[in-house]
C-alpha cells in the first residue's frame, strides 16, 4: 500500500438528502369533517362493493361483518371459519389490542352471505382470502374500503376503522345500553365507549317540543 493511499482519510458514502421530499400526513380533519359512516352511507358502501369488481361478494361480506360486529382491520383478516357456527348464527369474535373477547349473533343478511362465502372460496381456514387462498392483508382491506367509498359516491375518503366507529354510533342512537355497547365492542375502559354515547343525537330529542 502507497504512503498516500495509507495517509488518506477514510472515505464513507453519504445519501443526499437534498430536496428529498417525505409524505406528510395530515390532521384527518384535513381529510374529512368526522370519523364515522352513517349507517345509510354504510348501505351505500356495501351495495357498491357488490356491484363492482371480481370478488364483490367477498368485499361486500367482509364490510357488512365489519360494520355488524365492530370489527378492527386486524381482527377482520384474521377471522376464520373456526369462529363461526353457521347452524346456531354465532360468531365468535376475537379482539385486538388487549379487548375483550365475545360471542355474537348472526344475523339473516350475515347468514346468507357467509353461506354463499363458504361455497364460492371452499377449503380455506380463513374467511376473507385472496385468489391464492391466502388471508387478505390489512393493506388490501383498506384499499377494498376506500374504492367502494369511492364508488358509492362518498364525498371523503374512508378507511376500515370508520366501519367500527359507525357501529358504535348506531348503536347509541338507537338507545342501546353503554355497558352492553362496550362488551359489545370489546372495550376494556368504557370512556372509549362515551364517545358514540355522547355524540348520540337521541339525547336531545326532548329538548324542543315543535
Given at each position: 500500500?502507497?504512503?498516500h ?23 384527518n ?10 349507517e ?68 339473516g ?10 361455497r ?14 391466502a388471508?387478505?392483508?390489512?393493506d ?10 369511492q ?7 374512508i ?5 367500527r366507529?359507525a357501529t ?8 342501546q ?13 368504557i ?8 355524540l ?11
Amino acid at each position: 500500500m502507497s504512503n498516500h493511499a495509507a495517509s488518506s482519510p477514510a472515505r464513507h458514502t453519504v445519501p443526499a438528502i437534498v430536496n428529498r421530499k417525505v409524505p406528510v400526513r395530515h390532521k384527518n380533519t384535513e381529510y374529512r369533517n368526522r370519523e364515522y359512516l352513517s349507517e345509510k352511507e354504510v348501505g351505500q358502501v356495501i351495495d357498491a362493493a357488490a356491484g363492482a369488481g371480481r370478488h364483490r361478494l367477498r368485499d361486500a361480506t367482509l364490510i357488512l361483518l365489519a360494520y355488524r360486529h365492530g370489527l378492527r382491520v386486524s381482527e377482520l383478516v384474521a377471522l376464520r371459519w373456526d369462529q363461526v357456527d353457521l347452524t346456531q348464527g354465532l360468531v365468535h369474535i376475537s379482539r385486538r389490542k388487549n379487548g375483550v373477547p365475545s360471542v355474537h349473533p348472526l344475523r339473516g343478511p350475515e347468514l346468507r352471505a357467509l353461506r354463499r362465502l363458504e361455497r364460492d372460496y371452499p377449503e380455506t381456514p380463513y374467511l376473507f382470502v385472496s385468489e391464492r387462498k391466502a388471508p387478505l392483508t390489512a393493506d388490501t382491506v383498506r384499499k377494498i374500503v376506500a374504492r367502494a367509498g369511492q364508488h358509492a359516491g362518498i364525498e371523503f375518503p374512508i378507511h376500515p376503522h370508520m366501519l367500527r366507529h359507525a357501529t358504535g354510533y348506531k348503536l347509541a342512537n338507537d338507545g342501546q345500553d353503554t355497558r352492553a355497547i362496550q362488551h359489545y365492542l370489546g372495550h376494556r375502559n368504557i370512556q372509549h365507549t362515551t364517545r358514540y354515547t355522547e355524540l348520540a343525537a337521541d339525547r336531545f330529542k326532548s329538548f324542543w317540543q315543535d
